[in-house]
C-alpha cells in the first residue's frame, strides 16, 4: 500500500473535522421504542479538511491522487487527522480546488484543496 507523499502538507488545516460513521442498525417496533443495536464493531470514521498546495505541489497530489491511488480508489497510509497515529485511509470524495492566489506562473499560484476521507479501522 501506498504513502501520502512526504512532499505534501501532512495534516489538515485546524477546521478539520472527524465523526464516527453509522454502524447502528434501528429497528421500529409495534410499541415502544426502536430497537437498536450495532451492525459490525470495526466502524470507520469520515475526516472532512482542507489543505493549501502551491502549483508544484499541485502536481505531485494530482499524481498521486489519479495514478498512483487510480483518483482515490486504493486506500494509503497517513496519520489520522486528529491522534496523528498511523492510519489507512482511502478518498470518500474527490477534491474540490480553489485557487486563493492567483499569478502568472502556476508554480507561484496558491489552492486549496477540501476533501473527504474516509478513515478504516
Known amino acids: 500500500m501506498d504513502t501520502w507523499p512526504v512532499t505534501l502538507?501532512?495534516?489538515l488545516s485546524a477546521d478539520a473535522s472527524v465523526q464516527d460513521d453509522e454502524s447502528r442498525a434501528t429497528?421500529?417496533?409495534?410499541a415502544g421504542p426502536a430497537s437498536v443495536r450495532n451492525?459490525?464493531?470495526a466502524i470507520t470514521q469520515t475526516a472532512k479538511g482542507s489543505m493549501i498546495l502551491t502549483g508544484a505541489q499541485l502536481v505531485t497530489f494530482n499524481t498521486f491522487f489519479r495514478?498512483?491511488?487510480k483518483h482515490?480508489?486504493?486506500?494509503f497510509?497517513?496519520?489520522?487527522?486528529f491522534t496523528e497515529e498511523a492510519a489507512t485511509i482511502r478518498f470518500k470524495s474527490k477534491p474540490e480546488w480553489k485557487c486563493?492566489?492567483?499569478d502568472a506562473s502556476v508554480n507561484?499560484?496558491?489552492f486549496q484543496a477540501a476533501f473527504e476521507l474516509e478513515i478504516q479501522p
Not at 429497528?27 to 409495534?30: A, F, H, P, S, V
Not at 497510509?77 to 487527522?81: A, F
Open 39 to 41: 451492525r459490525f464493531t
Open 72 to 75: 482515490g480508489s486504493l486506500s
Open 100 to 102: 486563493i492566489k492567483s
Open 67 to 69: 495514478t498512483t491511488i
Open 77 to 81: 497510509y497517513w496519520i489520522h487527522p
Open 9 to 11: 502538507p501532512q495534516r
Open 27 to 30: 429497528t421500529d417496533m409495534d
Open 108 to 110: 507561484d499560484r496558491l
